[in-house]
């Protein structure tokens, strides 16, 4: 009998759920409508654009790997280093059996695109953030840092693909197919950021 009726509370409780019950809000996740409100949410952001630098294909001290290349690894196209293994990638280069699914390319691309949409996301949005929260000298001195990373992220393209798209604001993906600039456009648009973060950035920064 214990049983039965054990069952039917069950049976009631499961039908009594809704949804709601199951929907739960995340306890971690930043909401956009909760961002871009403070000065912190501006640092957040900037370090986000930061934190790419780390990738390995960056600067991201990884000095042998058959993926995921670090910088050193990239000296090998020139007279700056050597490596003697071909199958890392620098040997199906130089004899022509390289294409763009290779990972040293693919995985660079990807990280400098990383790095461009999140500077391009901080650049539409600080400028949002009340100035009762963040003054007009900080707000600047943050576009400062996201205009001059994103021009460094446009050199390391320019420098490796010659041509590449460019992309200056945060894209839907529907909107992110886009054909390849030239390197002058590229050029151009590198040192038109570099100029506006020498404008916006202080002579020194507090570490």
């Known amino acids: 009998m214990k049983n039965i009726i054990l069952i039917v509370i069950m049976g009631l409780l499961i039908v009594s759920c809704n949804d709601e019950f199951l929907e739960k809000s995340s306890l971690s996740a930043i909401s956009a409508e909760s961002f871009w409100k403070t000065e912190r949410d501006a640092t957040l952001a900037i370090n986000g654009v930061y934190t790419v630098l780390q990738e390995q294909p960056m600067y991201g001290g990884c000095l042998n790997s058959t993926g995921n290349n670090g910088l050193s690894q990239y000296d090998c196209f020139g007279d700056n280093s050597y490596n003697q293994y071909e199958f890392e990638g620098?040997?199906?280069?130089?004899?022509?059996?390289?294409?763009?699914?290779?990972?040293?390319?693919?995985?660079?691309?990807?990280?400098?695109?990383?790095?461009?949409?999140?500077?391009?996301?901080?650049?539409?949005?600080?400028?949002?953030?009340?100035?009762?929260?963040?003054?007009?000298?900080?707000?600047?001195?943050?576009?400062?840092?996201?205009?001059?990373?994103r021009a460094l992220f446009y050199m390391e393209l320019a420098m490796y693909y010659e041509e590449a798209?460019?992309?200056?604001?945060?894209?839907?993906?529907?909107?992110?197919?886009?054909?390849?600039?030239?390197?002058?456009?590229?050029?151009?648009?590198?040192?038109?950021?570099?100029?506006?973060?020498?404008?916006?950035?202080?002579?020194?920064h507090p570490t």
């Open 90 to 149: 620098m040997g199906n280069y130089v004899e022509g059996n390289a294409d763009p699914s290779l990972q040293m390319f693919s995985n660079k691309w990807n990280t400098l695109y990383r790095g461009i949409g999140r500077a391009n996301i901080a650049i539409e949005n600080i400028p949002t953030i009340p100035l009762t929260a963040l003054s007009l000298s900080k707000r600047n001195a943050f576009l400062g840092q996201a205009t001059f990373l």
């Open 165 to 204: 798209p460019l992309i200056l604001k945060f894209q839907k993906l529907e909107e992110s197919y886009v054909p390849k600039n030239t390197y002058a456009e590229l050029k151009d648009q590198i040192i038109k950021d570099l100029d506006f973060a020498i404008l916006n950035l202080p002579d020194t």
